[in-house]
């Protein structure tokens, strides 16, 4: 794959220097059909690029400081993980323009090893999804999503950023489309030293330098009326270095490599629609646990993927969907115990929807996994919503969920446990949406209860190993509340959310590890013709590091925000200017692992 980015940089300066002509926008191409479904049912937000635009830095600062999901990290860039509800990492699926890409070894996506910038727009679902998306759906999805337009001419942006600790961070994306053919090229490149200093813990983040790097693909061609195929293909690589608490400790590094292709032929007619969609995904990673050497452990996975989504509608009242997905994962492990796996996996889902009223809305899904030398279970959703009155909305999900163990579960030597068993769900959650004027409020109260929940712990020989928790339960509250509006040349937006996670163990009856009980989060917007300030701020409660509560290890809780202006010179040109931790709060997601004190960033971003 040595040449994959020397073609990708040709692919792009063609499509960029090959069309020029602008029309109005006519329609966009979506390839994850359920998820429009799914926010009539479940609350989903969206962050734009402009949103995506105020937290560069990564994944993880995003989603830390504009969602509801918890993010445990090992210093800034590094090992990243994401959780909801109280659930665990594992718990949570990443969804790549409708295909899980949860890793096969680990059973979940490295936040940071997801580049923030390679994507149009970013989803979070909060709630069960398996039915939709598959095992590992229990806590939540993270829907990464490319789009693509027809009749919209040529188009592009180019952004580049320079920030403290020599940290640089640039995209150039272009598309074009007309009538019947659409095309985006993208690529971004990050890079930093990430050397960043916290005196008052002495902390150092030595060998914490990263780069990476990701290009994407998209083209789509409406053949008639009915049929459109289309495509999507990513590459991926970046270079971890972790940090190391002393200048006399061994220097480790981790190597990531991703490619990802998916076509799709979407039918349309009035009463049917239909996706087929084929994928291939290959993961590779190289660490090493001394940078001198050559490398200590790694893996190759690969996953062929077939899909088809069904959906026929009968009338105005009732619609029938029916899902079907087979996948082949192989794996080829380097010193990790895996020397050469793989496995079937194939499932048959079946949906109802039924729209008795405009105000009154039904759906109701069952799924059945096959998968190789796993028993699986029968799932569930079931959804209803009803607008009681102009003001308000109550939406009731109720679903069963599941995970099976990854390839790491099982066969990673020393520790994998070939006895474990599938972690199952039950949940339910009650949405309340209220609307006054301007003003938008959701609440949703919701409750989990996890059987079998597979955990890493020591086991009685010191090695970590996974075994089966038999019960966790888990309940609580999210709530947001957004308002936006214009007074004349004036622009406001504001959003802030409270979360509170009660998540235990119901054998000890003690909380999990890495799941605070309260979270805060808001980000405020103000624009006056030319110019844009943001304010961004972050709450995190008091969160336990380990499974007996012990205060001493825990993680006390800290506020942290963020700010910057942003101002347009010229139709096309915009320049930026942030501070992060204005108040130079000292403060960690993972123990052991300061984050940045005060730093600084500037940008500019042309679109054209």
Not at 170 to 184: I, M
Not at 298 to 314: E, M, P, R, S, V
Not at 377 to 401: D, G, H, M
Not at 561 to 570: D, E, M
């Amino acid at each position: 794959m040595n040449l994959k980015y020397p073609i990708s940089s040709v692919l792009l300066l063609c499509v960029f220097w090959s069309f020029s002509q602008e029309k109005a926008i006519d329609t966009v191409y979506i390839f994850d059909n359920q998820l429009k479904n799914s926010t009539k049912f479940q609350k989903v937000s969206t962050l734009k690029e402009d949103d995506l635009l105020k937290n560069t830095t990564n994944l993880s600062e995003v989603l830390r400081f504009q969602s509801s999901v918890y993010i445990k990290e090992n210093g800034r860039g590094m090992v990243s993980s994401p959780s909801f509800r109280g659930t665990t990492a594992q718990q949570t699926a990443f969804v790549w323009n409708g295909i899980n890409i949860n890793s096969v070894f680990l059973g979940q996506g490295d936040v940071n090893n997801l580049n923030l910038l390679g994507y149009d727009n970013l989803q979070i679902k909060s709630g069960g999804g398996s039915v939709l998306y598959g095992s590992g759906a229990i806590g939540g999805t993270i829907h990464l999503n490319n789009e693509l337009s027809f009749d919209q001419g040529l188009q592009g942006s180019l952004f580049g950023e320079y920030g403290s600790y020599n940290t640089i961070n640039t995209f150039l994306k272009t598309s074009y489309s007309n009538e019947k053919l659409s095309v985006k090229v993208s690529g971004n490149f990050v890079k930093s030293d990430n050397d960043y200093e916290v005196p008052e813990k002495k902390y150092l983040n030595l060998n914490g330098e990263y780069d990476n790097r990701t290009f994407n693909l998209g083209a789509a061609y409406k053949i008639d009326a009915k049929n459109t195929v289309s495509w999507q293909t990513q590459l991926y690589d970046g270079i971890q270095h972790y940090p190391i608490f002393s200048e006399y400790a061994t220097k480790t590094k981790y190597f990531s490599d991703t490619f990802r292709s998916l076509a799709d032929w979407n039918f349309k007619t009035a009463k049917i629609q239909n996706s087929f969609k084929l994928a291939y995904l290959e993961d590779e990673f190289q660490y090493f646990d001394n940078t001198d050497k050559p490398k200590s452990s790694g893996g190759t996975a690969k996953t062929y993927l077939a899909k088809n989504d069904f959906n026929y509608i009968f009338n105005n009242e009732f619609a029938f969907n029916i899902i079907g997905e087979y996948q082949l994962n192989k794996a080829k492990g380097y010193r990790s115990g895996i020397s050469s796996v793989q496995r079937s996996a194939g499932s048959l889902a079946g949906l109802v929807r039924w729209n008795p009223a405009q105000k009154l809305n039904f759906e109701a899904g069952l799924k059945k996994d096959f998968v190789e030398n796993i028993d699986t279970p029968l799932l569930f959703s079931f959804s209803a919503r009803a607008t009681v009155n102009s003001w308000y909305e109550v939406i009731l999900n109720a679903s069963k969920n599941f995970r099976y163990p990854s390839f790491n579960d099982l066969y990673w030597q020393p520790g994998g446990n070939l006895c474990l068993k599938p972690e199952t769900s039950h949940q339910a959650e009650i949405g309340n949406n209220f609307k006054y004027g301007s003003f938008k409020l959701n609440v949703t109260p919701y409750y989990i209860n996890i059987k079998n929940m597979i955990r890493w712990l020591p086991n009685a020989n010191g090695i970590w190993s996974p075994s089966n928790t038999n019960e966790v339960e888990s309940y609580g509250v999210e709530s947001q509340v957004n308002f936006a509006k214009d007074f004349g040349k004036s622009k406001t937006k504001f959003s802030a959310g409270y979360i509170f996670t009660h998540s235990k163990n119901k054998e000890t009856n003690r909380f999990l590890a890495y799941v605070p009980q309260h979270k805060i989060f808001g980000n405020a917007v103000y624009g006056y013709q030319f110019m844009e300030i943001f304010v961004q701020g972050m709450f995190n409660g008091l969160t336990y590091t380990t499974d007996d509560e012990n205060l001493k290890d825990s993680i006390k809780s800290y506020f942290v925000a963020n700010s910057g202006i942003n101002l347009t010179l010229a139709k096309h040109y915009k320049i930026g200017f942030k501070v992060n931790n204005i108040f130079d709060e000292i403060y960690e997601t993972s123990v052991y692992y300061p984050l940045p004190k005060r730093n600084y960033s500037a940008n500019l971003l042309i679109n054209f």
